[in-house]
């Protein structure tokens, strides 16, 4: 039990369409990153949060974007669905005074796009 | 840029020893992290090299030879449960967030 969870845990979608994961981390992980895991693929990074702002961005499109809230929610939103953008899309979290070897993963929205 | 390699399938006996070995390419090094993920799951840390040597936490060690880029998780008695994904990681910077991952290592414990 890593204390952060997403939501929905399975979606589908059609290409073109927009959609909005979310994710809730635990209290004091202010810190939080999106990772894309396409199927027999280790995860590969999306963009992280840090105090509400976007500090880091891995090799995804403008059209891949976040939000983090005080509540230590995030969302994830993906505009104009491609189909290579099916995938398991997992949140992670790490304290405040840790580093990255340490992430706490969600278990994940498993996003199909047909 | 930053890549790994690590093997692709491993298949080893119930209550044996089995080792996944990582070999690294990377602009800077900053440490190994291991993390297990079982089918429909989320990656859970294992374990963290950041010197030299062998580091073990009960039946799970790994071990970092920096001179060579190369890792290597080691599970001992080893149980049907441990059947998992299990891939190398490497941070991109000093305290850096993001992590590079290798594609992974599927793990198959038969009896």
């Known amino acids: 039990e890593t204390g952060v969870t997403q939501s929905p845990t399975h979606l589908i979608k059609t290409r073109g369409q927009q959609v909005t994961l979310r994710c809730s981390s635990q209290s004091g992980h202010n810190t939080v990153s999106w990772y894309q895991q396409a199927l027999g693929q280790g995860p590969q990074f999306i963009f992280q949060y840090y105090r509400e702002e976007e500090n880091g961005r891995g090799n995804f499109p403008p059209r891949f974007s976040g939000l983090q809230f005080p509540n230590y929610s995030s969302e994830l939103n993906v505009n104009a669905l491609e189909l290579d953008d099916s995938a398991l899309y997992l949140c992670?979290?790490?304290?405040?005074?840790?580093?990255?070897?340490?992430?706490?993963f969600g278990s994940g929205t498993q996003l199909s796009v047909l | 840029g930053q890549s790994l390699e690590q093997p692709s399938e491993v298949t080893a006996v119930e209550g044996a020893i089995v080792q996944i070995n990582c070999t690294y390419q990377t602009s800077g090094f900053y440490g190994l992290s291991w993390y297990q993920q079982h089918d429909g799951g989320a990656p859970t840390f294992l374990s963290y090299n950041a010197l030299d040597g062998l580091e073990e936490t009960g039946r799970f060690s790994s071990f970092l030879s920096r001179s060579d880029s190369y890792g290597y998780l080691l599970l001992q008695e080893l149980q049907m449960k441990d059947s998992a994904s299990y891939f190398c990681a490497v941070p991109s910077g000093a305290g850096s967030y993001q992590l590079t991952f290798g594609k992974g290592t599927k793990l198959s414990v038969i009896p």
């Open positions: 992670a979290s790490r304290e405040s005074t840790g580093t990255c070897e340490k992430l706490f």
